[in-house]
């Protein structure tokens, strides 16, 4: 297996423009995760999907994110408009079954995003 | 509202020397402790995982502790080599979601 897919690894925007992530989870799995990691706040959770429904987005910081998973195999998490604080590495990971007593997240390489 | 420290945040050390890596947690009411490797640029690769009820995981050089009513787990890496280094990061899962909540992470560079 490829393992989580992430596009693009590398994302350089302008203040106001909208950036859209994407993600390809592992084949088979159920859940779906969307993280952002910074050096001030570390890895916090934004959103998660089980069976292409979210289900917990209290970490999305504000109306400007969202997130979506039309099917089994992609995700989107969209920012608009982009803000410089915005900066930071996204991770995607997936699970065979969130909540499982041996749950463990696969991660994604990561997509780096800076917003000028 | 749980809250994971890691201590330290970076550390050095000579290889083939044996080091613990410290995580604590405030809320001792856990499902899992899960013990992650992040090299520079890369995501996070899963080393250990303890369910609240086991005391200790083992794989290779690598052993996980956990002590709940403190609030503690200690990652034990025997023998270190330069591929060891990395970033080492400790995540809880308080109930039966997925939601997992990081510590900041200890860095470790194991010098030849």
């Known amino acids: 297996d490829a393992g989580v897919i992430q596009s693009p690894r590398h994302e350089v925007t302008e203040m106001g423009q909208e950036v859209t992530l994407r993600c390809k989870p592992i084949?088979?799995?159920?859940?779906l995760f969307w993280y952002r990691q910074t050096m001030m706040r570390g890895l916090e959770l934004l959103i998660y999907?089980?069976?292409?429904?979210?289900?917990?987005d209290s970490g999305m910081p504000e109306d400007r994110f969202s997130a979506k998973m039309p099917n089994a195999s992609f995700s989107t998490l969209k920012i608009q408009p982009s803000e410089p604080r915005d900066s930071a590495v996204y991770f995607c990971?997936?699970?065979?079954?969130?909540?499982?007593?041996?749950?463990?997240?696969?991660f994604g390489p990561g997509t780096r995003l800076t917003v000028l | 509202k749980q809250e994971v420290t890691q201590i330290p945040a970076a550390l050095s050390v000579p290889e083939g020397e044996n080091l613990v890596l410290n995580c604590s947690f405030t809320?001792?009411?856990?499902?899992?402790l899960q013990w992650f490797r992040q090299d520079p640029g890369k995501g996070l690769t899963s080393l250990l995982l303890?369910?609240?009820?086991?005391r200790e995981q083992t794989s290779g050089r690598l052993n996980a502790s956990l002590d709940k009513s403190s609030g503690r787990s200690t990652l034990y890496i025997a023998a270190s080599q330069p591929g060891d280094s990395a970033t080492y990061l400790c995540?809880?899962?308080?109930?039966?979601?997925?939601?997992?909540?990081f510590g900041q992470g200890t860095t470790l560079q194991v010098k030849p």
């Open positions: 990971a997936s699970t065979l079954r969130a909540g499982g007593p041996r749950d463990t997240q696969y």
């Open positions: 084949s088979g799995h159920n859940s």
């Open positions: 999907f089980n069976n292409n429904v979210p289900i917990d």
């Open positions: 809320d001792s009411a856990i499902y899992n």
């Open positions: 303890i369910q609240s009820s086991q």
């Open positions: 995540a809880v899962r308080s109930g039966n979601t997925g939601k997992l909540i």
